[in-house]
């Protein structure tokens, strides 16, 4: 199957920077949009950001110009660069990928298993 493991969680102060990253392993054809979400306690998940295999990002308003979505497809790797980091971006952050599988061509959205961002003094 396919895994995608999260690292660069941690408690950062606010106007902060931290970086996140996702890779995925596993039976992997391709991989095409690769993106970012959140959950903070007691909301519901939301968007940060997405990126197709080739083609334009997109970002969640609370975090444009702030936040920068990139991958490496030759690591099937999507990155989140975040600064000007505020408190309410406390959240666990989860990285999904639409994998290609390599025998069937079929693709299927896979979810990580989430890394924890504390914003706060």
């Known amino acids: 199957q396919v895994q995608l493991v999260e690292s660069g969680g941690g408690l950062v102060q606010p106007g902060g920077s931290l970086r996140l990253s996702c890779a995925a392993s596993?039976?992997?054809?391709?991989?095409?949009?690769m993106g970012w979400y959140r959950q903070a306690p007691g909301k519901q998940r939301e968007l940060v950001a997405t990126?197709?295999?080739?083609?334009?990002?997109n970002y969640a308003d609370s975090v444009k110009g702030r936040f920068t979505i990139s991958r490496d497809n030759t690591k099937n790797t999507v990155y989140l660069q975040m600064t000007y980091l505020k408190p309410e971006a406390t959240a666990v952050y989860y990285c999904?990928?639409?994998?290609?599988?390599?025998?069937?061509?079929?693709?299927?959205?896979?979810w990580g298993q989430g890394t924890q961002v504390t914003v706060s003094s």
């Open positions: 990126i197709p295999s080739t083609g334009s990002t």
């Open positions: 596993g039976k992997i054809g391709s991989s095409e949009a």
């Open positions: 999904i990928a639409d994998i290609v599988s390599p025998s069937t061509l079929c693709s299927t959205n896979f």
